[in-house]
C-alpha cells in the first residue's frame, strides 16, 4: 500500500520493510555478498528517475577512516598563471603535512589502505584543473562539478573552497594582490590584538622617549604620567588592563578547546612541532575572531568548524599558500561564519533567525517528505529534535562522520549557491530517512542512542538522498 504524503521513490522495500536482524543499515551485521549489487554513480547521475538500491554497508566504511593523504609531491606539473605568483598545482605536499593520519593503532586495527583514484575521479580532477587554469573561473560550473564531490588529491580542494567562499575572485590575475592584501591585513589585526598590555605599555613609553628633547635625560614613564586606563588595577571600561582580564577566560576556553580538536588526528594533537604550530594557528585564529566580534566572541564548538578549513588550506602543496593557511582560513572562516552566526548568539535562540527556528525547519522537512517518521519521532516516542539536531546544524555535521567524509559533505554544502543552511538540513533530513526502519523500530531512548552517534553510512548515496530532497523549481 503506498504511503501518503511520501515521494514515490521513497514507496519502495528500501523504506517501509520492517527492521529484521539482516537489515542493510546495520552496522553490526556482516557484509553480504548475495547483498543487491551497487549502482555505479554514473548511472545514477543520468537518469533522475531512477530509485535508489538498498544501501548495503560497505565493508571499509569506518569512524576511523583515515582522512585524504597527500600525494607525492611530484606526480604531475603545475598550472601556473604568468600574471600572479599564485599557481594550483597537481602534486601535494610531502614535507611535514604527510604526518597527516590517523592514530596507527587504529589503521592497524582497520587494516585499510588508501583506495587508488577511480576513473570518475580522476575526469572529474582533469575538469577542475582545466576549469581553475581559465583567465575568468566560471563559478556557477565549479559549484556545479565541486556539488558532487571533491577528489581528494592534487591539492585541489584548498583553491576551490576558496572560491566558493568568495575569498578568491574569479579573476586569476587579481589573486595575488587580493591575497597579499587580505594576509597583511590579518598580520595588523594579529599585531594589534594579540599583544597584551605589558608590550602595549612599553610601546607607549619608548613612543613618548623618542618625542622627548634629546636634552633632556630618558628614563621610564613616572607614576604620574601613567594614565589611568594604562594601570594594571585599573576597572574602566577603556581600560586595557581590564579588557585583557576580560579576554583571559575566553582565550583558556580556546586553548582547551582547540587542544581537544581531532586528538585522532596527528595534524592536530601530539607533541611534534608541526601539530603545536597548528594548534596556534588555530588559537590565533579564534581569538582575533573573537575580539573583532565582541557580539559573539567565542562559542564552545568553533573550533570544530574552523579545523576543516585549516586542515584543507594548510595542506595546499603549494608551500607559498601552506605557509599563510592561517591568514587564509581566518577569512574563509568568516565568511562562513557568518551564514551562521546566528546560531551562536543565545539571544536569538527564540528568534526567526536563531538555532531553534532552523531546527524547526529539519522537522518540518521530515514532515513534508516522511510524515510516517515524522510523525513516530515526535509524537509518539516524543524525541525533541534538539536532542540531536543542535549538534548536527551547529557543528556542520564535522561530529557525526569521519574526518574524510566531513570534507566531502563539505564539498555539498560549500558549493550549493542557495548557501550552505538549506543544504544542510536536507542532509541532516536524508539522514534520518536512511536509517528510517531502524528509528521506525525504536523507543525514546534507543532513538536518542542512535542519532547521537550516527551509524556509518555511503557518503555518496546520503548526498544523492539528500538532493532528491531538493524543492522542485516551478516555472
Not at 553490526?28 to 535508489?52: G, L, T, W
Not at 621610564?220 to 589611568?228: K, Q
Request: glycine content about 2%.
Amino acid at each position: 500500500m503506498v504511503k501518503k504524503n511520501v515521494p514515490d521513490w521513497l514507496n519502495s522495500s528500501l523504506w517501509s520493510t520492517s527492521p529484521s536482524s539482516s537489515s542493510s543499515d546495520d552496522p553490526s551485521q556482516p557484509y553480504s555478498p548475495s547483498s543487491k549489487p551497487a549502482v555505479s554513480p554514473r548511472k545514477i547521475a543520468s537518469d533522475p528517475n531512477f530509485e535508489p538500491p538498498v544501501p548495503v554497508r560497505p565493508p571499509t566504511v569506518t569512524r576511523e577512516e583515515q582522512p585524504p593523504p597527500p600525494p607525492p609531491r611530484s606526480q604531475k606539473p603545475e598550472i601556473k598563471d604568468k600574471n600572479s605568483r599564485t599557481s594550483i598545482s597537481s602534486n601535494a605536499n610531502s614535507s611535514s603535512n604527510s604526518s597527516i593520519d590517523k592514530d596507527e593503532d587504529r589503521d592497524g586495527e582497520n587494516g585499510a589502505s588508501p583506495a587508488s583514484p577511480s576513473a570518475e575521479d580522476i575526469t572529474k580532477q582533469a575538469q577542475l584543473l582545466t576549469e581553475l587554469s581559465k583567465k575568468v573561473v566560471n563559478v556557477k560550473e565549479l559549484r556545479k562539478i565541486a556539488s558532487q564531490g571533491l577528489p581528494d588529491g592534487a591539492g585541489i580542494r584548498s583553491t576551490v573552497w576558496k572560491l566558493l567562499l568568495g575569498y578568491l575572485p574569479p579573476e586569476r590575475s587579481h589573486w595575488s594582490s587580493e591575497l597579499a592584501k587580505k594576509r597583511s591585513q590579518y598580520k595588523n589585526f594579529k599585531d594589534e590584538l594579540l599583544m597584551n598590555p605589558s608590550e602595549i605599555t612599553r610601546k607607549l613609553e619608548k613612543s613618548a622617549i623618542d618625542d622627548e628633547p634629546k636634552s633632556e635625560s630618558r628614563c621610564v614613564l613616572s607614576r604620574s604620567e601613567i594614565t589611568h586606563d594604562e594601570h594594571p588595577l585599573s576597572l574602566g571600561k577603556t581600560s586595557i588592563w581590564n579588557q585583557f582580564f576580560q579576554d583571559s577566560e575566553i582565550i583558556e576556553q580556546i586553548d582547551r578547546d582547540v587542544k581537544r580538536t581531532h586528538p585522532d588526528l596527528h595534524f592536530f594533537s601530539g607533541d611534534s612541532s608541526f601539530a603545536n604550530s597548528n594548534q596556534e594557528a588555530l588559537k590565533s585564529i579564534l581569538i582575533v575572531f573573537a575580539k573583532l566580534n565582541p557580539g559573539i566572541r567565542y562559542v564552545q564548538g568553533m573550533n570544530e568548524i574552523l579545523a576543516p578549513l585549516y586542515y584543507v588550506f594548510k595542506s595546499d602543496p603549494d608551500e607559498e599558500m601552506a605557509a599563510c593557511a592561517e591568514a587564509d582560513t581566518f577569512f574563509c572562516f568568516v565568511e562562513l561564519l557568518s551564514g551562521f552566526r546566528d546560531h551562536f548568539c543565545q539571544q536569538l535562540d527564540n528568534s526567526v533567525v536563531g538555532i531553534r527556528s532552523t531546527i524547526t525547519k529539519l522537522s518540518q522537512l521530515l514532515k513534508e517528505h516522511d510524515e510516517e517518521l515524522w510523525r513516530h519521532l515526535e509524537i509518539t516516542t516524543k524525541v525533541n529534535p534538539q536532542f540531536y539536531a543542535f549538534r548536527w546544524i551547529t557543528l556542520l555535521l564535522t561530529q557525526e562522520f569521519n574526518f574524510a567524509d566531513s570534507l566531502h559533505i563539505w564539498d555539498t554544502l560549500l558549493s550549493d549557491p542557495e548557501g550552505p543552511q538549506e543544504t544542510l538540513l536536507r542532509i541532516c533530513c536524508a539522514m534520518l530517512i536512511l536509517i528510517r526502519r531502524r528509528l521506525l523500530a525504536g523507543d525514546f531512548t534507543s532513538i536518542l542512542k542512535l542519532l547521537q552517534h550516527y551509524p556509518p553510512t555511503n557518503i555518496r548515496h546520503l548526498l544523492y538522498v539528500a538532493n532528491k530532497l531538493r524543492p522542485v523549481p516551478t516555472c
